[in-house]
């Protein structure tokens, strides 16, 4: 070896003409190019990697890819540093910073490590126990205590450098790894015409096969799978994308795949690259093809540094030409573990197999024997010996073992630097399970395999539980070609494979004294949860794996279990008698690993992190001087003063051009929401408090919303398009809001309605054209259809042309005047505004904005949801409980309505209120009172929602939730303000101009 543990040939993946520097944890290294940060650090002679959560062990590589749980790193400085990578998935280059975690001051010398010196009395479900005493230590003692505890890895610093982006596309058939399978499977579904997609985390397609033996049409199955990357690549009809992790499948197959482009190559970040890429799939069929994890072994202390899976150990000296050590042990419960075997011992490390079952035979290892090789068959390891600290593996014991034996009667010892082991393999279900798949426990396998699922979703190879690569291969094409709608399944290529024998499952491997507690056989790593805490837990109660999952914390690393569920489950299974199906298995959630928080927010950073959105009109907005205000994401003109003007002023002026002549407000910022489908009224009469499948085609109906408590969330005027198409209008800020809402429903609750949701809010500009001239106004545009009162009475809708411009005419009001809101596609906005001002020009006609809006809809006593509600407040609070219909059997919120408290005799109602001094503007959000006192606190009684000064009036008006306040006519609040004073106003109707409604029918 030129280095301590760096051989002197081999590495597949390496280019040894290419060196490159590097640091760790400031010292600084030298690779290859194609070393990841795990294979460098360990040619260089380094174990040690990180420290574990709990007790501050020492702890080296594990795995070979990402079910790395242990080799977490950060990697970069400032702002790109990035935390809680796994080092085996790393690739160097020249001047990476990476950094070990979870230590301090060092990494050999960690003072954290003082707890493992306590582990007796900080077990699994330690912390529901302490913490508790006495009470005032938890603010300033425990608390603190635990925050500085808590989390792995240090955020980055400063703002993010790099940019990312997102993209969304379809496909005819996703395929999820590209091992042998998922080659396989790919290159069927293209030769049929498909659209595939084919996505792996490595660096370099082919899986497993570079560590596998065998071959097919008589190449390696490296150079075969080589090979068939090539023919992908060159294919038209073929995606394929490397260094990226399917993170996460949700229903009718929408699936969320993590592209790294530029992390291992800083000259592409350099060029303007995105560093990284969040695809949004949406596959016609997908096709898993992700093959297999290897289990560890839970014996003790079997999470010294230079303890790895055999597949990781073959893999650092088959793909970087690096040895674990000079001589080690492997310890199995398989014929795939010996594999390694013959790796290591081709490669020159002394190897000693310990094999638990009876007897090792077959052909793998009958060939270990033939090169020489030792095998301890039935017998276990039963204790692992370290260095000083733990920091290395010096020797290990050896026993004898026959299955169901609870305790060690004779060790040997042998030397070792390194240990190899294989408990089996699990396939890997992570995103079968994420949307609802279904998994049956398999009793060869001795590990749960994919069952049945909902979505067109196939498992294929180690995958499937199929671990014989002929029928691994003859799975994966029949896959390809069927699900791409072939008739003709795919040739399948001649293979030789070495047989193997049965395993047997090893979830304990016992020791002698106080380890055979199994308090030093880790089971998930990360989390230091031990066979011994897994037990704890059962004798306490937790007898749910769930409930155990939570209490201990098993499963609930970064790596979600990948090589500790099912050994957790073997463990609770043999401690309770039960079956590991009886036992059930935890819950897969995505991501499968964690991606970037820049990935998930794309471009939507800086000034596009909130989009300011403007209207078709917004540049004649602003060259009309006027002044902006926030509603929502939107800017929309809040009044337009003229020269000499100020605010108020300028307000009064429009709201008077509106009551006696006519304005125009651009009201394009509604929300417009188009649902449509058979099913469409019957939706609308159970999202909305009244009735929409009576309204007429051509017909306004106005209608509120309810949350499940029965509070009102939003309010607007529906419009019936036709007898399945409806047009909602919303609030302009709960648009999204009410959109997505609708889709909750429709994907959640009610999933037979045949009904579409379409957002169409920025597809129209709407304007109000209001006042007691605004048919004169339209009349002059040439319009193709009746605006007399007859023809198109108020709460009515006519489609059709003004002059050139395609519109909807919508008779309906939100100032108590004469008032269409006229749409017209966005792209004639600006022009059929325009084309307006200059009709209305003769009749004195003036653009106002949301605040004079909002005066006159005051005056009518209209309701704005957020002004006149709170979030507690309900239609009956504020009055309309006409519009809560008693016909319907059941919408939203109905059953809420009928609580005690919210039919209370105490509940705040809306009313109307006249100050005694009509100059007097009382601020929104005042305080009435019950009594006035000196100073507060005082018993509030209600408060101001709305309050502004009518120009139309001459003085000033106001709303408010008071209690019991329409039982209060007449009677006279207080309401005392900063400064001690006290303002004194008159309960009234909330209506305050045109009760009788003459202006709105003419």
């Known amino acids: 070896m030129s280095k301590p543990y760096r051989l002197g040939s081999g590495g597949r993946l390496l280019d040894r003409t290419r060196k490159v520097t590097f640091s760790f944890d400031g010292r600084q290294l030298t690779g290859f190019a194609g070393d990841t940060v795990a294979s460098a650090v360990l040619a260089s002679g380094q174990r040690v990697f990180g420290r574990s959560f709990k007790y501050h062990r020492p702890r080296g590589v594990v795995g070979l890819g990402s079910e790395e749980m242990n080799a977490l790193i950060g ?255 492997l310890f199995t419960n398989n014929d795939d573990a010996y594999q390694t075997a013959l790796v290591l011992k081709a490669a020159g490390v002394g190897v000693r197999v310990v094999d638990a079952r009876a007897r090792a035979e077959g052909p793998l290892p009958s060939k270990a024997r033939d090169q020489g090789i030792q095998i301890d068959s039935g017998s276990v390891v039963s204790a692992v010996n370290s260095s000083f600290g733990g920091l290395s593996v010096t020797d290990v014991k050896i026993a004898s073992y026959r299955k169901g034996q609870g305790r060690v009667v004779r060790e040997t010892r042998a030397a070792c630097d390194f240990i190899a082991m294989s408990g089996g393999w699990n396939p890997a279900l992570h995103l079968w399970c994420h949307n609802g798949g279904k998994i049956r426990f398999d009793e060869q396998l001795q590990s749960y395999r994919p069952d049945r699922h909902a979505d067109r979703i196939t498992a294929v190879g180690a995958a499937n539980g199929v671990f014989s690569l002929p029928q691994s291969l003859e799975e994966a ?208 009469d159970r999202m909305y408090t009244n009735l929409f499948s009576t309204l007429k085609v051509g017909k306004c109906r106005y209608g509120l919303m309810m949350n499940e408590l029965g509070f009102l969330t939003d309010d607007g005027v529906t419009v019936r398009l036709a007898d399945d198409h409806f047009l ?135 309701i704005v949801v957020g002004d006149e509600t709170d979030g507690t407040t309900t239609p009956i609070d504020v009055g309309l409980d006409g519009l809560v219909s008693k016909k319907k059997a059941d919408f939203i919120g109905k059953r809420s309505l009928e609580q005690s408290y919210l039919k209370g005799p105490n509940r705040k109602q809306l009313v109307g209120l006249l100050t005694e001094d009509p100059n007097e503007v009382l601020p929104d959000g005042a305080y009435a009172v019950r009594h006035v006192k000196d100073k507060p606190p005082m018993e509030m009684i209600g408060q101001v929602t709305s309050s502004y000064m009518s120009p139309t009036l001459g003085r000033s008006i106001a709303m408010a939730l008071i209690e019991n306040g329409r039982s209060r006519m007449g009677e006279t609040l207080s309401f005392p303000l900063p400064g001690g004073k006290v303002v004194r106003a008159k309960i009234t109707d909330t209506v305050f101009y045109d009760k009788e409604g003459a202006k709105l029918n003419v």
């Open 75 to 329: 990697v970069g400085e400032g702002a790109r540093h990035e935390p809680n990578l796994r080092a085996t998935q790393i690739e160097i280059h020249d001047g990476l910073s990476a950094v070990s975690q979870n230590r301090w001051p060092s990494l050999t010398f960690d003072i954290g490590a003082v707890n493992n010196t306590f582990s007796r009395f900080i077990p699994g479900g330690f912390y529901y126990k302490t913490f508790m005493w006495p009470a005032s230590f938890w603010k300033h003692v425990y608390e603190p205590f635990i925050r500085r505890a808590a989390g792995l890895g240090k955020a980055p610093e400063g703002r993010d450098p790099d940019r990312y982006e997102q993209i969304h596309v379809h496909c005819d058939v996703l395929v999820v790894g590209a091992g042998v399978a998922g080659l396989a499977a790919a290159e069927a579904a293209a030769a049929a015409g498909s659209r595939v997609i084919i996505a792996d985390e490595n660096p370099c397609f082919g899986g497993l096969a570079d560590i596998s033996g065998g071959t097919i049409d008589g190449l390696s199955q490296a150079d075969w799978a080589a090979a068939r990357a090539r023919k992908l690549a060159a294919a038209d009809n073929v995606h394929v994308l490397n260094r990226t992790t399917v993170v996460g499948h949700w229903h009718h197959n929408f699936v969320m795949l993590f592209e790294r482009l530029a992390d291992h190559d800083p000259a592409l970040l350099k060029s303007g690259a995105p560093r990284h890429r969040l695809w949004k799939v949406r596959a016609h069929q997908v096709i898993l093809a992700t093959g297999a994890i290897e289990r560890p072994i839970a014996f003790a202390n079997n999470d010294r540094p230079g303890i790895m899976l055999a597949s990781a150990a073959r893999g650092m000296v088959e793909r970087y030409g690096v040895a674990p050590g000079a001589a080690g042990v």
């Open 728 to 862: 909602l209008h919303t609030t302009s800020g709960g648009a999204d809001r009410i959109a997505a809402w609708l889709e909750e429903w429709l994907q959640t609750e009610w999933t037979h309605y045949r009904v579409f949701v379409t957002p169409v809010t920025e597809q129209w500009s709407q304007f109000a054209i209001a006042g007691p001239r605004a048919r004169d106004v339209l009349k002059k545009l040439d319009p193709s259809f009746d605006l007399s009162n007859e023809a198109l009475p108020h709460m009515s809708f006519v489609e059709g042309r003004l002059g050139a411009y395609p519109v909807r005419v919508f008779r309906i009001s939100f100032s108590g005047e004469l008032s269409y809101e006229v749409a017209t596609p966005s792209n004639f906005g600006l022009g059929l505004w325009k084309a307006i001002l200059e009709a209305g020009s003769e009749f004195g006609i003036e653009a106002y904005g949301t605040e004079a809006l909002h005066v006159l809809r005051a005056e009518k006593g209209y």
């Open 477 to 684: 094409y029949a896959a390809g070609s069927r699900l791409a709608g072939s008739g003709n399944v795919h040739a399948v290529p001649a293979v030789v494979q070495a047989s193997q024998h049965a395993m047997e499952p090893l979830w304990f491997a016992p020791a002698t004294g106080k380890y055979n507690e199994g308090n030093k056989h880790f089971i998930d790593y990360q989390n230091d949860v031990t066979a011994a805490d897994l037990e704890l837990a059962q004798r306490e109660g937790y007898e749910s794996v769930e409930h155990t999952k939570r209490y201990t914390t098993f499963g609930m690393a970064t790596d979600q279990g990948k090589t500790s569920n099912l050994n957790g489950l073997g463990v609770l299974s043999e401690a309770t008698g039960k079956s590991i199906p009886e036992i059930g298995v935890t819950t897969f959630r995505p991501p499968y690993t964690p991606f970037s928080f820049g990935s998930m927010a794309g471009v939507l950073t800086r000034d596009l992190f909130l989009p300011i959105r403007r209207t078709a009109i917004f540049d004649w907005h602003v060259g009309q001087a006027a002044v902006f205000e926030p509603v929502g994401q939107w800017r929309r003109a809040y009044t337009y003063p003229k020269s000499g003007e100020d605010k108020h002023a300028s307000i009064a002026r429009e709201i008077l051009s509106v009551r006696n002549k006519v304005g125009l407000l651009d009201a394009s910022t509604l929300g417009k929401i188009e649902v449509k489908g058979p099913d469409a009224a019957e939706f609308l």
